[in-house]
């Protein structure tokens, strides 16, 4: 069965949080992962704010500003995916240092 994807809409803050992680030096590829999103979006992003072109439509005018609820949306769910994407590397980090454990435990049959 063919799925047809349809193009995400993101707000002008959610773009510049993803920039400002990748310029902060995190690799696009896990940005875009942690956000959930295709890489070349972030990449032409990048690209579009290095020519100070980012806040601009496709005709060259500014893009209409969103409200300060939207953008506090916005950083929060770009926090949020970089917590889980934090949590889902702690529980596989204690769950292998905890077989490591158990092997080692007296008993064990090691």
């Known amino acids: 069965m063919n799925e ?3 193009r995400g809409k993101y707000t002008l803050e959610f773009k510049q949080e993803a920039v400002r992680q990748v ?3 995190r ?3 896990v940005v875009a992962k942690t956000l959930r999103m ?3 979006s972030l990449t032409n992003w990048v690209r579009a704010d290095a020519k ?3 806040g601009m ?3 060259g005018k500014p893009v209409a500003m969103v409200t300060p609820e ?3 949306i916005a950083r929060l769910r770009a926090e949020l995916a ?3 994407m934090e949590r889902d590397i702690a529980k596989k980090a204690a769950a292998y240092f905890a077989q490591d454990v158990l092997q080692g435990t007296p008993g064990s049959g090691r």
Do not use: I, T
């Open 38 to 40: 295709p890489k070349a």
């Open 52 to 54: 100070g072109q980012l």
């Open 82 to 84: 970089r917590v889980k």
């Open 4 to 6: 047809v994807k349809s």
């Open 27 to 29: 690799a696009a590829s």
């Open 57 to 59: 439509s496709a005709e």
């Open 23 to 25: 310029k902060g030096g």
């Open 70 to 72: 939207q953008g506090e």
